[in-house]
């Protein structure tokens, strides 16, 4: 079987780092040899039994070439799967004082998901969104290569008795880390041995106007974005003693993943997560991780716990290494994808 994946990608023409994490990596893993995979920004010369379209896929979509697309396949008697990782039908967020995604890229997603063969998604949430879209919508749950490290990490001690902690997201989540900002100023107020790092989410401008002289450092990705590279340059970079991973909970966040448990996982840092659905799955407190309530009182009462406890800390990034490593691997799970193409195709 021979498969085109037409993956998610922005002006530079760089695929997207769930591209990588849902499709690019996982199809060319050792599991799925049986289906010969090429990718690109566009259709090929429908050579190809199978054309597995991602998201949005091009920034300047709208509806004709959705339609042109699907009408392309379909006289060439292909297949057509569509696959998403996020709810975005529930989305609508502010990308520059525009909403994102507008209601004919809304409508695209809908028209994608109707007219595809089937549909790939990553959380049972996200299938029951799109049910009734499509008789066809498989959850194949998100892995990671912990390859793309080069070497396994070890956490390294901080010089004298600092306490690092972090967190990382795309801009898309400057929402859910602006609501613990004052939890997070309040234990930097009191904490001279403490720092905080940031990655993405929020401009240097933005950072200094919340935190003023208080410890905190935005570290820089620059010619480290796209996603293989950035994943080697954080495990080469980081040094958490603990990472946060805040999430408001509504219709949009109930369909996500949890992601954020892998990245820091695989990298042996322990992590604070909000005690919402799509954590409170696979993390147990106390045991692999930290959960805790949405709001300030608590989510300071769990990073002063965290920084004042190096043997919980220590027993939390051994264990979500282990429970990466051991559940939610590509050498575990890719084999996954290829079984849910053939069961879409066959």
């Not at 499509?134 to 600092?162: C, F, H, T």
């Not at 042996?268 to 909000?274: E, M, V």
Request: overall charge neutral.
């Amino acid at each position: 079987m021979k498969a085109h994946i037409m993956y998610e990608y922005g002006l530079d023409l760089v695929p997207y780092g769930t591209s990588y994490i849902r499709l690019l990596l996982p199809f060319k893993h050792k599991s799925n040899e049986l289906i010969t995979v090429t990718s690109g920004t566009d259709i090929d010369d429908l050579a190809s039994d199978v054309y597995i379209v991602e998201r949005l896929w091009r920034p300047d979509i709208n509806l004709n070439m959705a339609e042109n697309l699907i009408k392309r396949i379909k006289r060439a008697r292909k297949k057509l799967i569509y696959t998403l990782d996020d709810n975005l039908l529930d989305l609508a967020f502010n990308r520059g004082g525009a909403i994102w995604p507008t209601n004919e890229q809304k409508n695209i997603i809908r028209l994608f998901a109707k007219e595809a063969d089937g549909v790939i998604v990553s959380t049972v949430p996200l299938k029951e969104r799109f049910d009734k879209f499509n008789k066809k919508v498989i959850v194949v749950e998100n892995a990671i290569d912990d390859k793309l490290q080069g070497v396994e990490m070890v956490r390294k001690d901080q010089p004298s008795d600092e306490v690092v902690f972090g967190y990382m997201g795309t801009p898309s989540h400057e929402a859910d880390l602006k609501m613990i900002l004052p939890a997070i100023r309040e234990v930097l107020t009191k904490n001279d041995n403490v720092r905080f790092e940031i990655i993405g989410v929020m401009e240097q401008q933005y950072i200094n106007k919340v935190f003023g002289n208080l410890n905190v450092k935005l570290l820089n990705t620059t010619g480290n974005v796209e996603y293989p590279k950035f994943r080697k340059w954080m495990g080469n970079t980081v040094n958490w003693d603990f990472a946060l991973a805040p999430l408001e909970e509504n219709r949009f966040s109930k369909c996500k993943s949890d992601i954020k448990v892998l990245d820091y996982g695989i990298l042996k840092i322990p992590g604070i997560y909000s005690d919402v659905s799509i954590y409170r799955e696979n993390v147990r407190h106390l045991q692999n991780g930290y959960l805790t309530n949405n709001d300030n009182e608590h989510w300071f009462e769990a990073v002063e716990f965290m920084i004042r406890n190096k043997d919980v800390r220590d027993r939390l990034a051994d264990n979500v290494y282990k429970y990466t490593k051991t559940n939610r691997t590509l050498d575990v799970s890719a084999h996954r994808w290829g079984e849910a193409v053939r069961q879409i195709v066959n």
